[in-house]
């Protein structure tokens, strides 16, 4: 497990991107730590599901949105 600095007072380690958020985004947010909480190993588990799921569905969009421009383009598409 690894180990951070504690942090300034106010501050917090939990960043994700404004859009196009991934899996490994997921993978790297950090949740300041607290006297009452949540378990760190369940938050992870969800986290790492998460990411795995979404990245799983933005390949199927995108190879859905590929198909949708093949089709488009091939002749009998464009009547």
Not at 1 to 25: K, Q, V, Y
Not at 32 to 39: D, I, M, P, S, T
Not at 57 to 69: D, I, K, P, S, Y
């Amino acid at each position: 497990m690894r180990s951070f600095a504690p942090l300034p007072p106010g501050s917090s380690p939990t960043r994700l991107p404004a859009e196009d958020i991934t899996g490994e985004d997921l993978n790297e947010v950090r949740f300041q730590l607290v006297l009452r909480g949540y378990k760190m190993s369940e938050v992870d588990w969800v986290m790492r599901r998460l990411g795995v799921e979404l990245d799983e569905l933005r390949a199927r969009v995108a190879e859905l949105e590929q198909r949708e421009r093949e089709r488009e383009s091939s002749p009998e598409g464009a009547q």
